[in-house]
């Protein structure tokens, strides 16, 4: 009997979130089935690209900050 796996089972593999036993059910699926391996593989790039994004407001509301500010110390001068 093939044990199918979610994306989801998937995610909480490399996250290192599943038991031993799921562990090694999902080590033994990812010998025999190469389209798991590339699934998992995705997930894994996925995860990589996540860890390059860098957050940075858009230089327009920095701008829009940076006049507020400019204003609110003239008011109150």
Not at 45 to 57: H, Q, T
């Amino acid at each position: 009997m093939t044990i199918l796996f979610t994306p989801e089972d998937l995610l909480r593999y490399l996250y290192k979130e599943t038991s031993p036993a799921m562990n090694a059910a999902i080590e033994a699926a990812l010998e025999e089935d190469w389209t798991l391996r590339e699934k998992l593989e995705v997930l894994k790039a996925s995860a990589r690209n996540l860890d390059k994004i860098v957050e940075s407001p858009r230089t327009e509301v920095i701008m829009n900050i940076l006049q507020y500010a400019r204003e609110s110390a003239i008011a109150t001068a």
